[in-house]
């Protein structure tokens, strides 16, 4: 079983779509967990942090379920820009595991 | 211009040759990473290095070897190049207790 597990899409969806992301993650001891957006043959960049209060960035909401080992990420009123793949990503003594990535496309 | 910076950013090359992939960052971070990115495996570290002189294996170590002589660069070499290699190479930075890692533009790598 993978470390960290994400469902790889893609989702398509259009303009102004709500959309949300899962992920999941097997090692109870994580630490710290983030979500980073990789664009199109480009580097990962950091999204946001995750914590168990739960974060919110504008359009962006990040969740955390320590219990359940769940991690996830939802976009509302999606844009077109928001296309790429979104990287779940969990630390254990400071070693990052990066899940597999979930590819967004935001369609006009 | 600061940052951190891979080349080459293409690379083809034979079974068997050694191929050395640079990395060098201008920010001064302590930590530097090198990890592989491929198809259904999202990115696996190899090698990370917590300061010069310092350097300790990821998750995936075997066919490569990296060397840390200054805190800005941090080459990675595959001594014999193998097609299981052929890979995207990105190499990251981070400051100790700073949980984001700043990567570099990657390294694409195709070993025939």
């Known amino acids: 079983r993978k470390e960290v597990e994400q469902d790889p899409g893609p989702f398509n969806v259009p303009e102004g779509a709500t959309v949300a992301f899962n992920c999941t993650y097997s090692?109870?001891?994580?630490?710290?967990f983030f979500w980073y957006r990789q664009d199109c043959r480009k580097e990962p960049k950091l999204l946001m942090s995750?914590?168990?209060s739960g974060n919110e960035d504008g359009r962006f909401t990040a969740q955390l379920n320590r219990a359940s080992q769940y991690i996830s990420l939802l976009i509302r009123d999606s844009k077109l820009s928001d296309s790429a793949t979104y990287l779940c990503?969990?630390?254990?003594?400071?070693?990052?595991?990066f899940g597999a990535g979930t590819r967004l496309t935001v369609k006009p | 211009d600061a940052g951190i910076t891979q080349s080459p950013r293409y690379k083809i090359t034979e079974t068997g040759r050694q191929v050395t992939l640079m990395c060098h960052q201008t920010?001064?971070?302590?930590?530097m990473f090198w990890y592989r990115q491929d198809l259904g495996h999202g990115l696996r570290l190899i090698y990370y290095?917590?300061?010069?002189?310092?350097?300790d294996k990821g998750e995936v170590p075997d066919g490569y070897v990296v060397s840390r002589s200054k805190t800005e660069n941090f080459p990675l070499t595959l001594e014999s190049a193998t097609r299981s290699q052929t890979s995207v190479y990105f190499c990251?930075?981070?400051?100790?207790?700073?949980?984001?890692?700043?990567f570099g533009p990657g390294t694409r790598l195709t070993v025939l």
């Open positions: 990251a930075s981070s400051e100790p207790g700073v949980n984001e890692q700043f």
């Open positions: 090692n109870s001891a994580s630490q710290s």
């Open positions: 995750v914590y168990s």
């Open positions: 990503v969990v630390t254990y003594t400071g070693d990052m595991r």
């Open positions: 920010w001064s971070h302590s930590y």
């Open positions: 290095s917590a300061a010069a002189d310092i350097t």
